[in-house]
């Protein structure tokens, strides 16, 4: 059965670093497109970025534009998220999710995909 399973999550200081990590196991990543999404409290749970499985092409928020980056290894069944630049608001829950049309461009609309991950807190703060 599909399962992703994120890890990475911390506290870190505005400007810092993360790598977000979501290890996929049931399928594999070249027929599936895999989403993050986040939630801050209070808010809805939004689009950050995905990556799709047919040609590896990327899409991302604006918000988070030229300071996240999402990749994969195939070999391991792992989808990254590298976050530079960290700001508080980008402080929220992030989630790993996948969707088996693959074969299709990726979109950031959370009713598009069907698996999702527990989530992993990311804290930006000083």
């Known amino acids: 059965q599909v399962q992703l399973v994120e890890s990475g999550g911390g506290l870190v200081q505005p400007g810092g670093s993360l790598r977000l990590s979501c290890a996929a196991s049931?399928?594999?990543?070249?027929?599936?497109?895999i989403g993050w999404f986040r939630q801050a409290p209070g808010k809805e749970r939004e689009g950050v970025s995905c990556i799709s499985g047919r040609d590896d092409s990327t899409y991302y928020a604006d918000s988070v534009k030229g300071r996240f980056t999402i990749s994969t290894d195939d070999a391991k069944n792992v989808v990254y998220l590298q976050m530079n630049s960290l700001k508080p608001e980008d402080t929220a829950v992030y989630y790993c999710?996948?969707?088996?049309?693959?074969?299709?461009?990726?979109?950031?609309?959370?009713?598009?995909?069907?698996?999702w991950g527990q989530g992993t807190q990311v804290t930006v703060s000083s």
């Open positions: 049931g399928f594999t990543l070249d027929h599936y497109n």
């Open positions: 999710t996948a969707e088996p049309r693959g074969f299709r461009l990726c979109v950031l609309r959370r009713n598009e995909y069907d698996y």
